[in-house]
């Protein structure tokens, strides 16, 4: 009523009417808004150095809490996320490199941490899952390709249970690398420090984006790009559900 009200008003007084023009958007940082606490990854803090360097000032390490290059040969890593289990939390990073990706090139192979920091203010502390050779464990479930830009993207812990959700299909040679992307749900056995592939959750050109919503009713959210474009869907299982290759039982558009 009010949009039809105020139509017919501008249409009556159209001499005193005038439409107003799109503005563009601009993306305003307000000072103080929000501030760099400190760098998780590598020994040293590269942004100080890369200060030092453009003040022709001698090059000093401010030393990282976790010291994961010295302790872990993780020297960066592409993008992350974390999730709670138990007293916990885990962390899952992207495709990773090593302190020497000429001598040690681990393919883009995606690891994992954990924390139990209560004050990140303090300094955040990682513990990355190892192998028996002192290197990362990495996220790398039998059958399923995990290469360049394949990653694990959100994760939850169901009575102790951990799962992932991981990105595979990627092909890094390709004009649209994520073009036939798919995401797999996979579980982690943490005892044993092992992985287990479970269901496909979405297909090819369909990739989960969120992480479940609670652990009483999981819940994904995913986008799937099609002939009319993206489209988002909901999907909901039971929890026995979780690692089976099943019809999903209830799936929805949200957009």
Known sequence: MFVSMSLR??????????????????????????????QVIGDCDYQAQASEIVAGQTVTCAPT??????????????????????????????DTISSDPATLNYGGADPI??????????GLLFQFYTQANGKPLFV??????????????????????IYFIVNTGSDTTATNPQASDYSVLVGFNEAAQTFSGGRTISPAGGVSSEPPCTPAEPAFVFSVRGPTGPRTFTCRWLRPALSQQAPVPSTSPVS
């Open 140 to 161: 790398k479930p039998p059958g399923i390709a995990m290469g360049g830009d394949d990653i694990p993207n959100s994760g939850i812990d169901l009575n102790g249970q």
């Open 9 to 38: 008003a501008c249409l009556t007084a159209i001499g005193l009417c005038v439409v107003a023009a799109a503005q563009p958007t601009t993306l305003t940082y307000n000072p103080g808004s929000s501030v760099k606490l400190e």
């Open 65 to 94: 809490t976790s010291q994961t290059t010295s302790r872990f040969d993780v020297a960066g890593n592409g993008q992350g996320g974390a999730f709670e289990a138990g007293n916990k939390m885990i962390f899952f990073f992207g």
């Open 113 to 122: 941490a954990w924390s139990t920091t209560t004050d990140p203010e303090a």
